[in-house]
T-cell receptor, first 113, second 111 residues
Framework: NAGVTQTPKFQVLKTGQSMTLQCAQDMNHNSMYWYRQDPGMGLRLIYYSASEGTTDKGEVPNGYNVSRLNKREFSLRLESAAPSQTSVYFC????????????FGPGTRLTVT | QKEVEQNSGPLSVPEGAIASLNCTYSDRGSQSFFWYRQYSGKSPELIMSIYSNGDKEDGRFTAQLNKASQYVSLLIRDSQPSDSATYLCAVRRGGADGLTFGKGTHLIIQP
């Protein structure tokens, strides 16, 4: 049982390049989330998917798109990367429900130059 | 705007003592409350969840919730050097909403 996995672990992009961050979970969870963590700002929600086929914006969605490919996979795409998107990105999942706990993947450290 | 406030620290505690971490939140509609531990360069790891007023104990950890005061705390008994980390408080309004995090408290356990 791998839990939540993310690829890649590290990535360097030039301004304007695009890329997709991949996330998968093997816990049969319904809900999945993308957060970014910046020094001094804490973790902030980018997008989430309450269930397969649905996605919703979080606190900081601008510059990102997401796809809930199936129940297991939730990807985050940067269409035109900007230096302000330099961050550590975490994917998380939960079963769903008001009392369900979220479990985090290992993260992707992204640098945009 | 939903806010979660934590003292950034560092909070320095002698080994074997009790570490007390505090958190306040602004959204009175919050229903679920969580404590995560994060080591440097690693992802957040869930320690405790609490949903009702009062105390919840799990091993050396006790979470305390007071919804009237909008206050959550985490006590770590018999603190160990391995407890040295950043502790993140997180709250959720309900359903499948994402979490709102505080910026974390850096805890140092001195041997």
């Amino acid at each position: 049982n791998a839990g939540v996995t993310q690829t890649p672990k590290f990535q360097v992009l030039k301004t304007g390049q695009s890329m997709t961050l991949q996330c998968a979970q093997d816990m049969n969870h319904n809900s999945m989330y993308w957060y970014r963590q910046d020094p001094g700002m804490g973790l902030r929600l980018i997008y989430y998917s309450a269930s397969e086929g649905t996605t919703d914006k979080g606190e900081v969605p601008n510059g990102y798109n997401v796809s809930r490919l199936n129940k297991r996979e939730f990807s985050l795409r940067l269409e035109s990367a900007a230096p302000s998107q330099t961050s550590v990105y975490f994917c998380a999942s939960s079963v769903t429900g008001s009392r369900d706990e979220q479990y985090f993947g290992p993260g992707t450290r992204l640098t945009v130059t | 705007q939903k806010e979660v406030e934590q003292n950034s620290g560092p909070l320095s505690v002698p080994e074997g003592a009790i570490a007390s971490l505090n958190c306040t939140y602004s959204d009175r509609g919050s229903q679920s409350f969580f404590w995560y531990r994060q080591y440097s360069g690693k992802s957040p790891e869930l320690i405790m969840s609490i949903y009702s007023n009062g105390d919840k104990e799990d091993g050396r950890f006790t979470a305390q919730l007071n919804k009237a005061s909008q206050y959550v705390s985490l006590l770590i008994r018999d603190s160990q050097p391995s407890d040295s980390a950043t502790y993140l408080c997180a709250v959720r309004r309900g359903g499948a909403d994402g979490l709102t995090f505080g910026k974390g408290t850096h805890l140092i356990i001195q041997p």
